[in-house]
């Protein structure tokens, strides 16, 4: 039996140009935070690809198409 500590295992690089960066409409912060979206846009809307997301200086939610 051998015991292993403090062993960290490496994650994997994410490239940062990968990840677009969405500000807010109404203050203008980058990098808000994507939510889950609203039960009525998964009911009524499933066909559209719109996500949600919240920013943290304003705290108000938006929805943005997902870019193909």
């Known amino acids: 039996m051998e015991l292993i500590f403090n062993e960290q295992k490496a994650k994997p690089q994410i ?27 998964k009911i009524f809307l499933p066909w559209l690809k719109l996500r949600r997301y919240q920013c943290h200086g304003c705290l108000r939610y938006f929805y943005r198409l997902k870019n193909l």
């Open 15 to 41: 490239d940062a140009t990968a990840k677009q960066k969405v500000s807010c409409p109404r203050c203008g912060r980058s990098g808000c935070e994507r939510v889950k979206r609203g039960s009525i846009v």
